[in-house]
């Protein structure tokens, strides 16, 4: 054989492993389609809102007036506020609401006035901030407000559940009043319910987990549910709650939105925790897409699972520039200024590190979303999840819940429960 048949016969034969090699290589390579939360956000031209969906006052069981807390987040720079008392629809910093009989108490104890109109004028037009307003949320409240076993709901832009004491067990009634009357809303720490902080295997349990995942399948506009509150003591769990609502809801085509918020009662929990909002102006109907779009950020200065027990953030949280989706590549990056660490995670787990995040180098362990968190000496920023559908949606599906029965002796905690002097016994003796 001569030499250069020789050649031909190697250069056939690579050339034949080489197309045997790209097509394997094809056939093998994971493609995936990425919905993004943040597909519509323009980042050239959307300013970026410090916001606070959850704060108290003496209109119900907080202990400020409500006076002294429009002013505490005005000078802690918040752009948006919603105040959310208890079965109390606020009709404006400005203006009495109605409040609840007997924990409307507050009203026979102190001399309550609103914001005074002057001052409400001020706020609103940024006097004293550069011209920076805080913009007065439209007819925020805690729905299901008298209830012992803390099944609360938040709800915006509708008025609904004003006076309604609410029903123990139930998230359902608030939900569908709002979506009914046109609003939204969201579930509140949702660990509180199950008092899951002291036992969480609940986080993992669908037989626990499905009160929160019914309302939030049944009804597009429940949008999502707190994964950050007050000073993270019973709301510890609730980022894994987050995860594995998100495991069932997302191949089931809801993407369930995270929010973090003070549930603020005393004013030393005033601006632990709060929402960037990214919006093209500021006002009630931008905010109102950005939370249902789930175009905004979930911060706080405490998250004792990702930053330990002793951690509380001091300073300014991490800056996001830009994300961008690199549909043919499958590729997620993260512009960012302030920050320490970038973590990827899905289905409750780091996956990744990095500003960058390859789904196909991750294939084998990314589920039907990812998330990113990064953090640094300011806190915790976490983003909402970027659906990740490799064509296979259904094999990622975790079969419908079926509810068990609570056995005797759950139903007797349950009704305990109930009582002002059995919640607190539970609480107190039995976590």
Known sequence: MTAKKLISIVLVLFTLLNVLSVSVFAKNTVSYTITSPYETVDWDTYKQYKTQLHAHTLYSDGFMDVKDVVEEYYRQDYDILAITDHGVVNKGWDEMPEMLPIIGYNKLLYDLSPVSKERYEEITTGVGRDGRPMLDVNQGIEMNGVVMRKNHVNGFFCGAFQGDWGEEEDYISPVKATHEAGGISFIAHPGDFYSINGNRERAEDYNYLNIYIEPLLEYESCVGMEIFNERDTVAGADRIIWDNVLMYTVPRGKVVWGFSNDDSHVIENIGVTAEIMLMPELSNDALRT???????????????????????????????????????????????????????????????????????????????????????????????????????MEAKMIPETVVEPLNFFEKLVAAVRKTILGELFYRMFWL
Not at 297 to 308: L, P, T, Y
Not at 331 to 344: F, K, L, M, Q
Not at 360 to 369: A, D, M, Q, T
Request: with cysteine; net charge negative.
């Open 290 to 392: 950005a939370m249902e779009n789930g175009a905004f950020f979930a911060c706080s200065r405490i998250a004792k699972n990702e930053m330990g027990d002793e951690f509380e953030g001091t300073g300014e949280y991490a800056e996001i520039e830009k994300i961008t989706v690199d549909e043919e590549q499958d590729i997620i990056t993260v512009t960012a200024n302030n920050y320490d660490t970038i973590e990827w995670v899905s289905d409750g787990e780091i996956i990744a590190t990095g500003n960058t995040f390859n789904l196909r180098e991750n294939s084998s362990k990314l589920g039907s979303y990812v998330r990113f968190q990064i953090k640094n000496d300011g806190g915790i920023v976490m983003s909402q999840p970027f659906v990740c559908d490799d064509g296979n």
